[in-house]
């Protein structure tokens, strides 16, 4: 089977190869200003021709080809300093642009799903994810402890690239495209390739398990293993606890007008001024929240590919995405919850797919801690600190999570039911949602398939 997967290396950069790299990603959000500006200022002629002459005839390039071809055409006035950074730069700017304007006229034109995407906003310095990509040029893997970026060198790995490495000396993968990307202060290189893989079937393909993803431990099975969560979890909190502490006396420090004489915040003020200082805990904190979010991750690596060789189908909670944007000021905890949440699901929807498993999601909102796995009595309210399941119909008692997970686990004969799941494994592809044959009202909270997100995974087909 050839599949699509990206390979992440952490980079160690020279200090003039962090200034290179700097100046690419921010080449990306110049070209990205620009191009809105542009967009912009034709929207606005538009307009104005629609008014006073009855019909626009402006073109607003809302393509990336458009977008390139006025760059192409304007660069050398804007930004005559343009050739110190590879053109990929600027055109991975263009390119993200180009998304933000598709994804806001299909959000309007109703053909995307989820919430609405606003316009796209003008990237700020310091504020915006700092990445830009490849996709022609000589970039690759050089040796076992480098990758090739061009303009930028020969860029040490963290981690050694062995395992791509083998694979593109024996030619079973080929490198599409590679994406640079800074994350709390790191920068990072993820090669997107085409692999020729052969993983062998589930052990046990007709059986289900349910993963109940957890905050006391990483995750419980139905089966009712469970996974410890990383030790190092606790002391995460209470670093984070202290410099939350400092970085809120260094904003009541920069910003005294917005505090009353007893410290209480004054409302209507906001403490905008951010002195360097503040600055730098912030960033402290951002790391410290980037390291706890990466902890579980070599834990979840192990878990998902255990789930994805033994059983044939495996059902997740789903994910409410919208929540899991408001989630900041719910701790720690539940951020790294989310997260754990987020990367189990995507590593399980292509680990799945190459063994040939199925990755069932649960509906949004479906009560899987409420229900009692015995009868399938539901309770009205449940609350967070209940660790255990007492049922009140068949007096079933049962650990919380264990009873979620197993609500889970029944989850897949109901979709099996549907078809979809034998259409999955017969093809090895992830049935996208909406599938034909799923049979039930998603709208009223029914089964769903997942569909494969994110950057490691984006189809598959047979050999
Ligand atoms: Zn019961």
């Given at each position: ?7 992440r ?26 191009g809105?500006?542009?967009?912009k200022a ?10 006073i002459?009855g019909?626009?005839v402006?073109e ?18 804007v ?7 590879s ?17 806001f ?24 994810r ?5 996709t022609t ?6 040796s ?58 589930p052990r046990?393909?007709?059986q289900?398990?349910g993963v ?17 969560n ?11 606890r ?7 006396r260094q ?27 503040l ?27 255990e ?10 909670e789903?994910?409410?995405?919208a ?28 680990k799945?797919a ?14 899987s801690s ?21 049922c ?14 197993r ?24 049935v ?8 039930v ?20 087909e047979?050999?």
């Amino acid at each position: 089977m050839r599949v699509t997967q990206a390979y992440r290396f952490c980079l160690d950069p020279t200090p003039a190869q962090r200034r290179r790299l700097a100046s690419h990603a921010g080449a990306a959000r110049f070209a990205s200003n620009w191009g809105l500006a542009y967009v912009k200022a034709c929207l606005k002629a538009r307009a104005w021709e629609r008014r006073i002459l009855g019909a626009a005839v402006t073109e607003v390039p809302w393509s990336l080809a458009a977008l390139r071809r006025e760059w192409n055409a304007d660069k050398d006035r804007v930004a005559p300093w343009w050739a110190e950074n590879s053109k990929e730069a600027y055109s991975a700017g263009l390119a993200a642009l180009a998304d933000g304007l598709g994804a806001f006229s299909d959000s309007r034109a109703g053909r995307r799903k989820g919430r609405r995407v606003g316009f796209p906003r003008r990237k700020r310095r310091g504020r915006s994810r700092e990445s830009f990509r490849y996709t022609t040029g000589s970039f690759g893997v050089s040796s076992r402890t480098r990758v090739q970026l061009p303009r930028i060198g020969h860029v040490r790995t963290h981690e050694p690239t062995v395992k791509l490495a083998r694979k593109l000396e024996a030619g079973q993968a080929r490198i599409l495209s590679a994406t640079v990307s800074r994350e709390a202060g790191r920068w990072h290189c993820s090669f997107c390739c085409r692999v020729e893989r052969s993983d062998p079937a589930p052990r046990r393909p007709a059986q289900a398990v349910g993963v109940d993803v957890g905050v006391r431990h990483l995750a419980v099975l139905s089966s009712g293993e469970r996974v410890a969560n990383p030790r190092a979890l606790g002391r995460a909190g209470r670093r984070l606890r202290r410099l939350q502490r400092r970085a809120d006396r260094q904003r009541r420090a920069a910003n005294p007008g917005c505090f009353d004489e007893r410290g209480r915040a004054i409302p209507g003020r906001r403490p905008a001024t951010r002195s360097a200082r503040l600055r730098a805990t912030e960033r402290r904190i951002a790391r410290v929240y980037a390291r706890a979010r990466n902890l579980p991750r070599a834990a979840l690596c192990k878990l998902s590919t255990e789930l994805a060789s033994t059983y044939g189908t495996v059902v997740v909670e789903r994910l409410n995405a919208a929540g899991l944007c408001r989630a900041g000021n719910r701790g720690l905890r539940r951020a790294i919850h989310d997260a754990s949440m987020a990367e189990l699901r995507r590593q399980l929807a292509y680990k799945c797919a190459w063994r040939g498993g199925a990755l069932v999601e649960a509906p949004t909102l479906f009560p899987s801690s409420k229900t009692c796995s015995g009868c399938g009595a539901a309770k009205a309210k449940l609350s967070l600190s209940e660790r255990t399941y007492r049922c009140e119909a068949c007096e079933l008692v049962i650990d919380r999570d264990l009873n979620a997970a197993r609500n889970l686990a029944a989850l897949a004969s109901v979709v099996a039911a549907s078809g979809a799941e034998t259409e999955n494994a017969r093809s090895q592809t992830p049935v996208r949602p909406g599938a034909a044959g799923l049979g039930v009202d998603r709208e009223a909270g029914g089964a769903r398939v997942a569909r494969e997100t994110g950057t490691a995974f984006e189809r598959s087909e047979a050999a």
